[in-house]
């Protein structure tokens, strides 16, 4: 059964934004912790942002710090990722991951201690 659905990529000028939405359902609902990973080409997977509802705490990697925005609307089972002041560097593929631990990394950045993944959006930032 699908546990996480994404949507919003697509094709924006270096300067613009967009809003990635990450639909929950199933077993993902249970999970506290949620948060949003990206691959470029060649690339390894690495955490954008996260969110621990549960505890009120949100982790930005320090390259999207200032400019990205994730969120949570628990009455709709919906994670979002508000991003502004979009780069050429910020291209590729945007996954929503959810787990409920158990959590060693801090700021929730280790991929392998999620258990459920969407199937990614693609963003691609033009200059």
């Known amino acids: 059964q699908v546990q996480l659905v994404e949507s919003g990529g697509g094709l924006v000028q270096a300067g613009g934004s967009l809003r990635l939405s990450c639909a929950a359902s199933?077993?993902?609902?249970?999970?506290?912790?949620m948060g949003w990973f990206r691959q470029a080409p060649g690339k390894e997977r690495e955490a954008v942002a996260s969110i621990n509802w549960i505890a009120g705490t949100v982790h930005y990697a320090d390259s999207v710090k200032g400019r990205f925005t994730i969120t949570k609307d628990n009455a709709k089972d919906m994670l979002y990722l508000q991003m502004n002041s979009l780069k050429p560097d910020d291209t590729a593929v945007y996954y929503c991951?959810?787990?409920?631990?158990?959590?060693?990394?801090?700021?929730?950045?280790?991929?392998?201690?999620?258990?459920?993944w969407g199937q990614g959006t693609q963003v691609t930032v033009s200059s």
């Open positions: 991951a959810a787990g409920r631990g158990p959590f060693y990394c801090s700021g929730y950045v280790c991929a392998d201690e999620y258990t459920y």
């Open positions: 199933g077993r993902a609902l249970s999970s506290h912790v």
